[in-house]
């Protein structure tokens, strides 16, 4: 020991005067200076130990008077602290100076300054005078509860157990240092997933596959902890180069249920990649959207609308086409199996609609080609649809539903090589306002003029895409008759119940309508009561008439409530018209049983 220590005189001055010059200046040659003679330090700090270990607090301060500065300046460094063992050898040093039991008033002063506060905020550490601490630590009496060594314990990367064995020592208790602890800890493995660049110096600590599993694992029943958030997200980010995924699939499950049930916040970035990552994650979501939409509050599509935003589909779907075709296909195939269940269909119009906004948002420099979306689709097709009718001139719009229709037709009637007529169905009803927007055209044009038939063709695909083409041609003569009655009776000053049952009536001695053409029908008359000037009189009336059962109830109620909808995303300056959807929505609302329509 007496060899080992007999360099420390000269050496002390020496570390004295570099950590003087340290502390005082923050340039970089300093920093360079400071990362140059880390190794130097650490084994002088390790000689220090030895030598303070042999002594007692008396010896220490007749030989080293200026220890207590040493320490202090080394303790706030953040290079010194992040180097190697250098904050374990400090931890040793400074517990060298604390007595159990003091003996004297100088052991229970060292005990005192060696406890000195870490839990200054971080504009007081940055003013904070190390020199003038050591100076007045004769007057730090018992109240102190900051403390200096708790400092080093919760910015160092030490066993859980020795951190324990040293706090143990000074008599804390883990409350006072677990959570700077595990605060530091968290970003330590953050920083290890991620590349670290430090004041210019860029340096990449990858972890092995199996302690990123591992971590991953461990993180399960943690990650609903505010703490841990940044690893989890740091996790679900870490992109390796592994040919396969590292990360346990209990974490990624844990995660989304945890997302799911808002018992944790992350960035939009860090889901996207846990669904790109586990499609597992991404279809439980849609199936907890979708049972959101079936079992809740039934026509409301400004509450389907926050369902959506709120579950980040729309935005994650916009960022990746990956996302969107899966999404896509589970909206498909719920409709299928529900046989076009109204709630699905809304849920997909507003899931559409969020989409081309977050597009518009997201895709300001094209990252994905459209056809990346939808890839099987007819490309022009796609384009028309996606271009919203408040950007196309209103005098224009009979052009684009005549464009729709006729490529459309093509598809579907002349075996197009874009899929069936469900496929393009499908498509068509993503952007389902092209289809009342027709119904709208057509009853508002002249009474002398006739009906165009691509529009009626449109009218008729839209409400039974499975018909074949003799069905579907007698759908468009029961259209074009009732149509023909309605446009008569538009501008008529003077209406009944009864002129509007007789205009939709059906012809006697005929085969009775289909189920989807009378539907056809009824929305037919509702746009006329909506918009006909005589219709607003008689509208509770033919309403009465029309909801002979729940299900005709929840349709017009399902058909108000998106017309609406529809109105605002279009700026319809309709007052009238508006004011009375809005009327007859709350008021067959009030009407409708709590089972059948929820409030």
């Avoid at 839990?119 to 005078?129: G, I, L, T, Y």
């Avoid at 505010?226 to 997200?233: K, M």
């Avoid at 990360?247 to 916040?265: R, Y």
């Avoid at 529009?455 to 409400?463: I, Q």
Wanted: a negative charge; glycine letters at 4%; aromatic letters at 10%.
């Amino acid at each position: 020991m007496a060899e080992d220590s007999a360099g420390l005189p000269s050496n002390y001055q020496f570390w004295m005067q570099k950590l003087s010059v340290w502390t005082q200046a923050s340039t970089l040659e300093t920093q360079r200076d400071i990362c140059l003679h880390l190794p130097q330090f650490q084994e002088f700090l390790r000689r220090m130990y030895e030598t303070l270990k042999e002594m007692d607090s008396n010896a220490i301060i007749e030989r080293f008077p200026t220890i207590c500065q040493l320490l202090a300046k080394s303790c706030w460094s953040p290079f010194i602290l992040a180097y190697d063992e250098s904050p374990k050898i400090l931890i040793w040093c400074l517990c060298c100076l604390i007595k159990k039991d003091p003996q004297n008033s100088r052991e229970s002063k060292l005990n005192s300054w060696t406890r000195v506060g870490h839990s200054f905020s971080s504009k007081e550490q940055a003013s904070f005078n190390f020199m003038a601490a050591v100076t007045v630590c004769s007057d730090f009496g018992a109240k102190e509860n900051k403390r200096l060594l708790s400092h080093i314990v919760s910015t160092s990367r030490f066993d859980i157990k020795e951190v324990g064995l040293f706090n143990q020592v000074l008599g804390y208790a883990p409350t006072d240092y677990y959570p700077g602890l595990l605060k530091n800890m968290v970003l330590s493995l953050v920083s290890e997933l991620r590349e670290n660049h430090l004041n210019g110096f860029s340096s990449q600590r990858r972890m092995s596959p199996e302690r990123v599993r591992s971590l991953s694992r461990i993180c399960v029943p943690l990650l609903t902890l505010p703490d841990f958030e940044p690893l989890v997200e740091a996790l679900l980010t870490y992109h390796g180069h592994e040919p396969q995924e590292v990360l346990c699939p209990e974490f990624f499950d844990a995660v989304n249920e945890a997302f799911l049930l808002k018992k944790i916040s992350l960035p939009t970035s860090a889901i996207l990649c846990l669904w790109l990552r586990h499609l597992p994650s991404l279809e439980n979501t849609m199936l907890h959207l979708l049972e959101k939409l079936i079992s809740s509050e039934r026509n409301s599509l400004r509450r389907i609308k926050c369902f959506m935003k709120d579950s980040l589909l729309p935005e994650a779907a916009a960022c990746h086409p990956a996302i969107f075709r899966v999404v896509d296909e589970i909206f498909r195939s719920a409709l299928l199996e529900t046989d076009g269940a109204p709630e699905v269909l809304a849920g997909l119009q507003v899931f559409t609609r969020c989409f081309v906004e977050a597009l518009e948002k997201e895709n300001k420099q094209l990252k994905f080609a459209l056809k990346t979306y939808f890839p099987y689709a007819s490309p022009a097709l796609v384009m028309v649809l996606l271009q919203h009718p408040k950007d196309i001139p209103q005098g224009l719009w009979h052009q684009s539903l005549k464009h729709i229709s006729e490529m459309l037709k093509e598809i579907v009637e002349d075996h197009g090589s874009y899929g069936g007529p469900f496929e393009s169905w499908f498509l068509f009803v993503h952007f389902g306002g092209w289809a009342d927007i027709t119904a709208e055209q057509l009853l508002m044009s002249e009474a002398e003029a006739e009906p165009p038939e691509a529009l009626l063709w449109l009218l008729a695909f839209s409400c039974s895409p499975g018909a074949g083409h003799q069905q579907r041609a007698r759908t468009m003569v029961e259209v074009k008759t009732v149509l023909g009655c309605l446009t008569k009776l538009f501008r008529s000053p003077a209406l009944s119940a009864r002129d509007l049952q007789a205009a939709a009536g059906e012809n006697l001695g005929g085969d009775p309508r289909p189920p989807a053409c009378q539907q056809l029908v009824r929305r037919l008359l509702l746009h006329f009561l909506l918009w006909a000037p005589g219709g607003h009189t008689i509208a509770r009336e033919v309403i009465t008439l029309m909801a002979q059962t729940d299900a005709i109830m929840n349709e017009i109620i399902g058909f108000l409530d998106y017309t609406l909808y529809r109105w605002d995303h279009l700026c319809v300056e309709a007052h009238r018209s508006r004011k009375l959807a809005r009327e007859l929505l709350t008021e067959l609302r009030e009407q409708a049983l709590p089972g059948q329509v929820n409030q």
